[in-house]
């Protein structure tokens, strides 16, 4: 019987033969995932796919750095000061957009 912390699907289950020919079952963490954007869904760049290194390796250091890519970035940096200026409402943001919208203008 396995340990109580393999039961469950967050450790991924690899099939190993031993140098004595013993098929054995070992457990290993899954690779993290590449980042993506909040809004487009869009693969990040510049930021490493390891959980190791300090927090500049792991993420930008600009305005919603790992979290947005750089053209949803702008976009939201628009939408904004167009609210702020009162062009546009808040109701007229996407949904996606709006939350980040609302962070910008509190800042």
Do not use: W
């Amino acid at each position: 019987m396995p340990k109580p912390m393999h039961r469950s699907n967050s450790f991924k289950r690899v099939h190993v033969i031993t140098s004595k020919k013993r098929n054995v079952l070992h457990y290993r963490r899954p690779a993290p995932s590449s980042p993506h954007c909040a809004i487009c869904r869009a693969e990040l760049n510049g930021i490493s796919r390891s959980r190791h290194g300090g927090k500049s390796r792991r993420t930008n250091s600009r305005l919603f750095g790992g979290v947005l890519c750089a053209n949803c970035t702008a976009e939201v940096v628009k939408l904004g000061s167009r609210v702020e200026r009162g062009d546009m409402t808040l109701g007229d943001i996407g949904m996606r957009q709006r939350s980040y919208v609302l962070q910008l203008m509190s800042h």
